[in-house]
């Protein structure tokens, strides 16, 4: 810094030193304040000490040279702007010091206002106020800021003396205080300063000014503002700037007043002014709350003209700005001046209407309207919520947030139970100790599940996220007692059938039946939003879908495919169930060949609803994954039915059980997540490849002959090696070729593999030598790379979280040091040797926006989420495409192909 | 190939066109007839074919122009040098045609003798060898060799012929047959070739040869061949040479005969001249058997002077090749013609003495010796083998080889009765379905382990190898029937106290009791070589040692310090697993540090042994790695206590048990591998690690104030990250200044993280910010990249090896590809920041000379394994040193520096 740089900027009353782009020397206030100024918008003139003086008198504990000349010539100019004048008793210049960094950073000093007030001052205060009493509730407002701010007294002691003396005249608020009882509360502060600086409050302006300053810049340097810093990436050089600004008086009699104002409304979003007025009152009391604020109508009535100024400003600060705005004002003496002004805080229906409805009237692109709105908000948009408003709602514990939306109804404590309860018209909230894959058909027609284990992306949350329905998992503070048939909620005693609400937004259980917002089905702000994004995006969003009914609801909300369809899922309807536990059970391969012939016609069935559905489009089928045991019951459940039957002399039927038990046994793995699963399946029991290939492929030829466009892909779970996937590609071949043979008729299928091991990962160039595409399977590939099981990793998450080990779960958010490394390095190397393979993602993490920001930074032509997750996803990869340089993908190519043929 | 190349290269007599490095081009045969040649020691004369011939007959299918008049030349030249005529029926010279490719390989056609027999020679040959029965004996091998190979008659049909003779003749062996037998069998095979052929065998010697020459040429295309080619990656464009030899008889008189020898003894190294002689005889007899061979000795009172002249070239023999040759040789009417000379195949501990007498007698460096013995060898020098040799022995089953030697004893079915048996002097072998932490005191006394279930790095591998004990695992057939309390092996039953022998070499499983030779104990040549490695090698070689005893074991074998010690090894000794569940089951923090501290003085009881033992060498102690429910009895062992106390009313010690139950419930886990485990439990229960820091740190203490030098280095494992290692460090210095202050004493200490899941490979670098070493864990490295659970994997990986999906056992030998890429990027982005940062690797791979290979080529600093494999290690990491560019390492500064201060 030279000694010719400039320190202090002026703004207002036509000066203008600065303007809105200084943000990193003028901090986000000031740099507001110029541009006002700039906009001829009526503001209290003032001026700002920058950034670069609070980092030299951090580094130096010393202003820059020349920096208090600076500060003398922007008081006088001041005087001059405000017809007030400093340090004078007849008509002092009273100033506002406020904190302004570059970015909003809570933990740092805010205001003290009426800085420059002294005792000599007050009477001419008086005067310019209307009372005595006015003056001294500025000057105790000046001492109490001051005080805590400056001299670091403890809040505590001036809300103490307040206290005291409201109670000693028996009063509730502080507006019935009498001038008396002001002068006396003035006297009690004056104690209070005296007593922990051992000096009277300082009367010299120049030293109270001086004070302040100094203090904004020491707050820079709090503990919460250093937290709050490092958590944030903010680095401790960027220093904050303080803006010294006239003060301007609402309270000031009835054509004075303060009011909040915003420029759409920000719960609906439709384009009115909107806000509140209170006449007569500074901004404090709005905060305050003591005094209910008037409609903006009321201003209309009230003073014409001032409002008429206002809307005028408020339009005008909306075209500048080109966002909706929220801005402060105060009328002092019928004369309007603007105090604040930055962009509104919405709701997410709001920030739709608002984003879309700037584009029609021309004030924003399509593309800024796309980025305006947070993959977050569409979420919310298309979520039912629980109305906390209405009611006192008690919470009995908090859970994780697994799948958003919210719940209500009657809990039931198995999905037997659910079954039957919904079936009699009944709302259920399935509450479990974990749901395993036998829960499906209770998850299906509950409202919203509860677990008290598991973690974001155990077997509950994921089934609820892909079904869109509300969930909250790992509530530690669920206990069952078996003895009573109930739980213990909170310490709180449950019953079946009693209600509970849930909010799957922020894991939190209510007790009882709290009222529910629908989710908004008809959105067309959304439709159109939506439908830009996909128009911008270079990343498909694809579905993933593993029934007919998802398929249908993933083509409704435009997916460009099914990126993943999990066949198992097929498996466990309680008509197959009975011959998938027969082939698995089979004592020969004969045996097993039949058992999957009659499973046969049931795949090919609801694989060719998925390619009628979904043609044109490209629909990816994962062959079976889990390991066999999870197909039969338990252990637990064969004992006590080989007892029930002994008890009952049905001994054919015990001598299969046991023959049950013992497969169990056999199958059953220490830890199966790396166990006998995935594609190593397919290679012990080929067969079961076999028969599911058949089933694609002559669904595939079914549904073509009816005229439409089945566009099968067959993925390969688990692959760790290129050896393994040539031979699996040579069983899927040959199996095709045998199908297409004996049809005489042949149609156009690829094959895929997983990359969900760090292996396959690794050598993911050599794997793409034997197939046409690759999906991540992000859930796994975290699991091997961090060595968490998802299953049992809750017990050391949370902590991990909070000891800031972990930065976000890694099974919602993608992490990208570790994993994202492996991912970064297979797309790469898969490039270079294998421009036309197509990469997709198919973890939960596709339906994550921020794990999609990095996904589309890799390049990857499409990523699949669960169909409750598509529209938010579809707005994060058109975000994504929008901020970052376009990915070399085939993405693009693929679709309008597919728009050609739809 | 131009017109002018060589295609002919003679040898014999006198005359050598080629020498020994011409191994491409004459391949293994013919250039040692060469080198023989140019050694003057006497050879019967012939050509070799060269490999170039080979290549163009395969490509073309037929001879480059001029092979066949360079071939007449070398009949010219070889009439002349063997004083025989080639067709010619008065004195005709026959030879015998061999391939010989560049490399041994084993599916080639191998041998024609007596080719340029006919009929018309066959009155000059009984002249020659002084009988018609000889002539005639010499055609029909001529006629059974070149059927089979030459026209591809199956070889029973000759067989059965001379079967059907010797039955009819009633008589039991080929030497019995008469002139006149010999003649019939003759017609015969002559009857056998038109049948096949449908014409009679040829007659023209020129006509013999070159279809034996095309034979041997089509040979190298044989599957066997190809097959063997592609396994050794022997690339196919090779091509075999065919060697054209002079026939020389041994069955020409008792001045006649043949024999085999070896330079030194084959079996312990000695060096002195060791064959076998059979007078009056040709090759294919001693290999026959029909006759048994007379020791050498026999040669020299026979024919003192043959002998003389066989010793002299025997010895410029292994002078020449500087290796132990094994040679074969006939003597035709008193003249002495070595036929072959080769690289003497012996056992381990031959091998062992040949390498370090050879130095000693100034033949080869001790650098050569180093890399002649195979580090296989060392560690079968030091188990004791079973003698296989002796009996018959009944083999059972045959499951995987994963700890070598060999064991014989009665069989045992729980650790418990192995403990009661062996206490009343029995050896026992401990046969379980597998093995678990709960074992290890039966696994202790038991000479071997057999178990049903389980991989190579199953439990019972694992701790088997680490006490140097034979153990077989996986061994599928073997099924237990709970009723009688017995097991069927292979078929058999078997009841507790029964004879097994196991083969830990081979994974064979014998009934009964096998002879044992047993291990040698002081064997000073091993001494002496391994003395030799350490002066050899860049890398060290630490063992992993979780007890004293173990520690005694590797301070004698010389580890350079122990790179592993499991402090939960040391959690399960009956007095100290009771405090270790209560510690476990506690309540409340308070309580569990009052149990931990009833642990601490056990564990630096521990601690001090160890650094006592090993001072001045470093102990890398890991802190606790395991979940904590493998210290907790399993819930079925439980369950029957509940109901056994239930029984007998004993209600407070049901109330007990059933707390431990819900804990055991708790916290079990679906995938304990990648659950709450390692460091993560030092973070969720800081007052473990605390513990252990202390009990190590004190030990060291009071280990340094007895006037030694113990080098304590605290190993973190299972580290995900750098913010974890971080925090991890920062407890530790806690804890150490803690010690350290309230005993007013300090000691050095370092600090190491694990690298042990895929995610702290990736972030190695950043990992090393906290540490001054790291320790690759290649066991859940190798778990974790292929997905793959050492406990579950069995039931697929062997069809993966089958199938060639995989070309090793991942977890014998490092995965290259996969793991082997972390673990070089881990390396390398270490040593790029951190140059000072220890590396080294502490999995089973750590004694696998294979992987060790690849270990030494990344640079690491040491490789630390379990005692028993110790001394192979040494040697592997020598070879690697000596064979590989030495790599950057810490490790000769430290041996230097502990061997100063030992």
């Known amino acids: 810094m030279t000694q010719t740089a400039q320190h202090i900027y002026r703004f207002g009353n036509g000066t203008i030193d600065g303007n809105g782009l200084m943000l990193d020397l ?4 000031g740099a507001c304040l110029a541009e006002m100024t700039n906009l001829m918008v009526p503001i209290p003139p003032g001026f700002t000490i920058t950034t670069a003086v609070c980092q030299h008198w951090l580094n130096n504990a010393a202003y820059p040279g020349g920096v208090e000349a600076e500060i003398d010539a922007a008081l006088s100019w001041l005087q001059e702007a405000s017809s007030h004048l400093w340090n004078d008793a007849g008509n002092p210049l009273l100033v506002s010091v406020r904190s302004g960094a570059p970015v909003s950073m809570p933990g740092m000093m805010d205001t003290i206002l009426n800085v420059g007030l002294n005792e000599q001052g007050l009477a001419s205060l008086r005067e310019r106020g209307g009372s005595m009493r006015f003056a001294l509730d500025s000057y105790r407002r000046l001492m109490q800021m001051f005080g805590t701010t400056v001299f670091d007294v403890p809040k505590e002691a001036f809300d103490r003396a307040m206290n005291q003396l409201k109670q000693s005249r028996n009063i509730a608020s502080d507006a019935a205080l009498s001038e008396a009882d002001l002068l006396d509360l003035v006297n009690a502060y ?50 904050t700037a303080v803006t010294v600004q006239t003060m301007v008086f609402g309270n000031r009699g009835d054509n004075s007043g303060t009011g909040v104002g915003f420029t759409r409304n920000p719960s609906t979003g439709a384009r009115a002014i909107f806000g509140e007025f209170l006449p007569n009152a500074q901004g404090e009391d709005i905060v305050a709350g003591t005094r209910t604020p008037l409609p903006l109508s009321e201003l209309q009535q009230r003073m014409p003209a001032v409002y008429q100024q206002l809307a005028t400003i408020a339009s005008q600060l909306e075209q500048h700005y080109r966002e909706a705005q929220d801005f402060e004002f105060t009328v002092e003496n019928g004369r309007l001046f603007l105090l604040q002004t930055r962009t509104a805080k919405r709701t997410a229906a709001a920030a739709v209407r608002i984003a879309v409805e700037m584009v029609s009237e021309g004030m924003i692109s399509r593309h800024e309207a796309l980025t305006r709105v947070r993959p977050e908000d569409i979420t919310a948009v298309l979520s039912p919520q629980l109305d906390l408003t209405s009611d006192t709602p008690m919470q009995l514990t908090q859970g994780l947030a697994t799948s958003p939306g919210a719940a209500v109804g009657q809990i039931v404590f198995s999905a037997d139970e659910a079954v039957a309860r919904a079936a009699s018209g009944k709302n259920v909230i399935l509450l479990t100790e974990e749901t395993t894959a036998d829960d499906i058909h209770g998850i299906a027609v509950a409202k919203g599940i509860l677990t008290s284990r598991g973690g974001a992306t155990s077997h509950a949350a994921v089934v609820a996220r892909g ?82 009914q998802d398929a249908i609801t993933a083509r409704t909300a435009h997916a460009a495919g099914i990126g993943l369809c999990r066949t198992e899922h097929m498996f466990f309807a309680p008509d197959r169930l009975e011959h998938v536990r027969a082939m698995i059970l089979a004592s020969s391969t004969e045996e097993r060949i039949q058992e999957l012939n009659l499973l046969l016609p049931m795949q090919q069935q609801d694989f060719e609803q998925l390619f009628r559905t979904m043609s044109p489009f490209p629909v990816t089928i994962r062959l079976l994954d889990p390991p066999l045991h999870e197909f039969l019951p338990p252990l637990e459940e064969l004992d006590g039915e080989i007892a029930a039957a002994s008890r009952e002399e049905c001994w054919d039927h015990v001598i299969q059980l046991r023959r049950i038990r013992q497969q169990v046994e056999v199958l059953r793995e220490v830890n199966p997540m790396m166990g006998h699963r995935g594609c190593r ?46 031979l699996l590609a040579e069983m899927i071949d040959q199996t095709a070729t045998a199908v297409f043979d004996s049809h005489q008729q042949h149609i156009p299928y690829t094959i895929g593999a997983m990359i969900e091991l760090p292996r396959a990962a690794i050598c993911a160039d050599r794997i793409a030598n034997h197939v046409s595409f690759v999906s991540f399977g992000t859930n796994d590939l975290t699991q091997m790379t961090y060595g968490f099981s998802r299953d049992d990793a809750r017990t050391y998450l949370d902590s991990y979280l909070q000891k800031g080990v972990l930065k976000a779960d890694p099974f919602l958010t993608i992490d990208r040091e570790g994993v994202g490394h492996l991912m970064e390095m297979a797309v790469r190397t898969i490039r270079i040797g294998h421009p036309h393979t197509k990469i997709g993602v198919c973890g939960e993490h596709g339906g994550d926006p921020e794990s999609i920001k990095f996904f589309h930074s890799l390049g990857v032509d499409y990523v699949s989420c669960s169909p409750a997750r598509l529209a938010a996803a579809q707005l994060a990869t058109a975000q994504a495409s929008l901020l970052q340089q376009p990915s070399s993908s085939l993405a693009k190519a693929e679709t309008e192909l597919a728009a050609a043929l739809a």
């Open 681 to 726: 399946l397919s290679l012990t029991y080929p067969e079961i490849l076999q028969m599911q290939v058949r089933a694609i492929l002559q669904a595939a030829l079914s549904v073509s002959n009816e005229g439409l466009n089945p566009v099968p892909e067959i993925l390969v779970p688990l692959v760790a090696s290129e050896e393994e996937m040539k």
């Open 467 to 548: 079904m869109g329905k509300c969930c909250i998992t790992g509530a530690r503070d669920i206990h069952w007692d078996s003895h009573s048939g109930s739980v213990q909620i909170g310490g709180k005693r449950f019953y079946a059938g009693e209600w509970l609400s849930l909010d799957g937004t922020t894991g939190n259980v209510f007790e009882g039946r709290l009222p529910l917002r629908p989710a908004s089905q008809q959105n067309l702000f959304l439709e159109t939003l939506l439908q830009w994004a996909s128009e911008s995006s270079s990343c498909l969003v694809r579905a993933n879908a593993d029934t007919p």
């Open 26 to 29: 003028l901090g986000g206030k």
């Open 190 to 239: 004056q104690r209070i300063v005296v007593q922990h600086t051992g000096s009277p409050f300082p009367q010299d302006p120049c030293q109270q000014l001086k004070m302040a300053v100094n203090a904004v810049f020491r707050s820079w340097q709090s503990g919460r503002a250093q937290c709050y810093r490092k958590l944030n990436n903010i680095p401790e050089s960027m220093g």
